[in-house]
């Protein structure tokens, strides 16, 4: 009844307001007060981020959560009929390959160009940005400290090394994760010795693949697993977890930054985009704008223990600084030739035997 009475009222004002527009030849600004999000970020912690956003614009947000496959389908399947407004994913090869498929519309925005460094964002054929990444993660190693030795670990090749028969534990190797992982090593080693090294990994896995990166971290502390690969987010999360048993869990486990002495840890990207059909186009922009501003950025670093990429913007993450001792080496390839790479690389794990 209430709802009914406040917009009656309020609809000689936007009428108004859309006649003042129309008369003066502004956009009418009535209709971008909503924002439609499809969003892969499957993380509780940016709650807050999503509501200090309305807080400060006034602009509510309509969320469809899914993984990264999930909104590409769901947005090829809705076509020019999709309400998409932005787009969030949490791959780098998946936001290239969603460019790709023409999902995203360039936009012009000098404070994202200004704000996040070039190598981490798409350039548009005809000028603007096609998508910006907006935090990245460190796909690491951990081991059992009372089994192996940081030595015996420090490269991601090492882990097809016989000695870890029975010991790896790994998600599915089709995860996005993965297949970014992967497409780096093809990048750096070749089709033919990726090819052998994934291989050696499914020899060497102490169980078939399942569950997410937390899984693997806890296979490792429960002592199933010897060595486990995961996102770095996942496993700060633990360590500064308010459950002291995965606290304690933690304290069993050695980290590695692997190629630390060669080309460097893969670092994935987890980033946004305008989608092609958006109807909310400014608001949209906005939103991507305030991802990369300061207090969103340390969100990301706090809040869900990532890093920052905008300049300017330190990381203030305890759990990230011990993790990496301060700083680490990440490898430095085209985040294209890993999108260009998942086709093959699917192939590989088929025909290894990697689920
Ligand atoms: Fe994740």
Not at 26 to 51: C, F, W
Not at 132 to 159: C, H, N, P, W
Request: charged fraction near 20%; glycine fraction near 8%.
């Amino acid at each position: 009844m209430n709802n009914v009475t406040r917009s009656t009222r309020r609809r000689p004002a936007a009428l108004a307001v859309a006649f003042m527009a129309a008369t003066l030849g502004l956009p009418v600004m009535a209709q971008d007060k909503v924002l439609n999000i499809y969003s892969a970020r499957h993380y509780p912690t940016d709650e807050s981020l999503y509501g200090d956003f309305t807080k400060a614009t006034g602009i509510r947000i309509n969320r469809v959560d899914s993984d990264d496959a999930g909104i590409v389908a769901r947005l090829k399947a809705e076509g020019a009929a999709s309400p998409a407004d932005v787009i969030l994913l949490v791959d780098a090869a998946r936001l290239w390959r969603a460019e790709s498929d023409g999902l995203f519309q360039p936009i012009q925005s000098r404070l994202l160009e200004e704000s996040i460094p070039a190598n981490l964002r798409a350039t548009a054929a005809g000028g603007g940005v096609t998508w910006v990444g907006l935090s990245t993660r460190a796909r690491i190693v951990v081991y059992d400290k009372s089994k192996f030795q940081r030595s015996d670990l420090d490269s991601y090749e090492k882990l097809a090394d016989p000695k870890f028969k029975g010991q790896l534990c790994i998600r599915s190797g089709s995860h996005p994760y993965n297949l970014s992982l992967f497409g780096a090593m093809t990048e750096h080693l070749g089709a033919d010795a990726t090819e052998a090294w994934l291989k050696g990994l499914v020899a060497n896995m102490a169980r078939a693949p399942k569950g997410g990166d937390t899984d693997q971290i806890k296979g490792v502390a429960s002592g199933e697993c010897g060595v486990a690969v995961t996102n770095t987010y996942y496993l700060a999360r633990m360590m500064r977890s308010s459950n002291a048993a995965d606290r304690a869990a933690t304290e069993r486990l050695g980290i590695v930054f692997p190629n630390q002495s060669t080309w460097g840890t893969h670092v994935n990207v987890a980033g946004g985009a305008v989608a092609r059909y958006a109807r909310h186009h400014e608001s949209a922009v906005k939103f991507l704008e305030y991802l990369a501003s300061p207090a969103a950025q340390n969100h990301f670093a706090n809040g869900n223990n990532e890093w920052p990429v905008a300049k300017g913007v330190t990381l203030d993450n305890p759990a990230l600084k011990a993790m990496t001792g301060g700083s680490f080496k990440s490898e430095l390839i085209p985040i294209s030739a890993v999108g260009k790479n998942q086709v093959r690389v699917q192939q590989m794990l088929d025909r290894v035997g990697f689920k």
